[in-house]
Antibody, heavy 121, light 110 residues
Framework: QVHLVESGGGVVQPGRSLRLSCAASGFTFSTYNMHWVRQALGKGLEWVAVIRFDGSNEYYADSVKGRFTVSRDNSKNTLYLQMNSLRAEDTAVYYC??????????????WGQGTLVTVSS | QSALTQPASVSGSPGQSITISCTGTSSDVGAFNYVSWYQQHPDKAPKLMIYEVSNRPSGVPDRFSGSKSGNTASLTISGLRAEDEADYYCSSYTSSTTLVFGGGTKLTVL
């Protein structure tokens, strides 16, 4: 079955960097687009970024553009999110999600359990 | 990229039907048939319930249905059950090749 496991979260000071990972299993990772979505505690979902199955294109929310970079290593079945210049407002649970095969409209059909990032001095 | 507009809360009794609205713009909901709905129970990951306006993934009960008119999409849950109590989020593909979520609606089953 599809399994997505995020890691790399923790407490980081404002202005510093952090890299999240998402280990995928149970499906052919290299054929699926992948998303990052975050959720501040007690708040709603906020889409962060998506990367195409072959890494050819990435798209970002305005709130993270220029600071965050999504990447993938299809040989390791792993998705990454490099987060630079972190701000307090980036504090959230970060989920990775698989994009539904056959849909052109960015649909997250399987989600990990999330990893918590806390930006605080 | 303004969030889509959803009511903060809705409620209904077991067996009843409820509808949650999701209002966007001509650059997202109104422009594409790429509206999805997610269910999220406390401290759990979101679960896809509806995609492409009205399609249900395998395993989602047919009590859940979706529709769209203009810039507003809707999720209807019929035959409400206690386990339907959760937060519901809509999302839409946008003309900027991004994704935008609604603010979320808390469903209470009375």
């Amino acid at each position: 079955q599809v399994h997505l496991v995020e890691s790399g979260g923790g407490v980081v000071q404002p202005g510093r960097s952090l890299r999240l990972s998402c280990a995928a299993s149970g499906f052919t990772f290299s054929t699926y687009n992948m998303h990052w979505v975050r959720q501040a505690l007690g708040k709603g979902l906020e889409w962060v970024a998506v990367i195409r199955f072959d890494g050819s294109n990435e798209y970002y929310a305005d709130s993270v553009k220029g600071r965050f970079t999504v990447s993938r290593d299809n040989s390791k079945n792993t998705l990454y999110l490099q987060m630079n210049s972190l701000r307090a407002e980036d504090t959230a649970v970060y989920y990775c999600a698989r994009d539904k095969e056959g849909s052109s409209g960015w649909v997250g059909d399987y989600w990990g359990q999330g990893t918590l990032v806390t930006v605080s001095s | 990229q303004s969030a889509l507009t959803q009511p903060a809360s809705v409620s209904g009794s077991p067996g009843q039907s409820i509808t949650i609205s999701c209002t966007g713009t001509s650059s997202d909901v109104g422009a594409f048939n790429y509206v999805s709905w997610y269910q999220q129970h406390p401290d759990k990951a979101p679960k896809l319930m509806i995609y492409e306006v009205s399609n249900r993934p395998s395993g989602v009960p047919d009590r859940f249905s979706g529709s769209k008119s203009g810039n507003t999409a809707s999720l209807t849950i019929s035959g409400l059950r206690a386990e339907d109590e959760a937060d519901y989020y809509c999302s839409s593909y946008t003309s900027s090749t991004t994704l935008v979520f609604g603010g979320g609606t808390k469903l209470t089953v009375l």
